[in-house]
């Protein structure tokens, strides 16, 4: 229904990944390590990704875009990496 809210679930108990209910192709995925914060949130219809990251330090944040999960992570990162924040594993 436009204008209200919805929510995104997980198909079982401890999944790592939850989807908008009702259409299990638009995903979402969150990790993390000691440094970075990572959501990753695929398009409506599953077929790109848009990543967000956030240094746990700092606040600061970048986003990428891509056709895959991994691209657009790295787009991310590396935009954090521009900013000045420390890449995973240094």
Do not use: K
């Not at 944040?61 to 521009?82: F, K, N, P, Y």
Request: glycine residues 12%.
């Amino acid at each position: 229904m436009p204008g209200r809210w919805g929510s995104f679930v997980a198909d079982a108990e401890g999944a790592h990944v939850v989807h908008e209910a009702g259409n299990p192709v638009h995903r979402c995925r969150v990790e993390h390590d000691d440094r970075i914060l990572l959501v990753h949130l695929s398009d409506e219809d599953g077929e790109g990704w848009n990543a967000l990251a956030v240094e746990r330090a700092t606040r600061r944040w970048a986003v990428g875009q891509d056709r895959t999960q991994i691209a657009a992570a790295t787009r991310a990162v590396d935009g954090l990496r521009e900013r000045g924040a420390q890449a995973p594993g240094e």
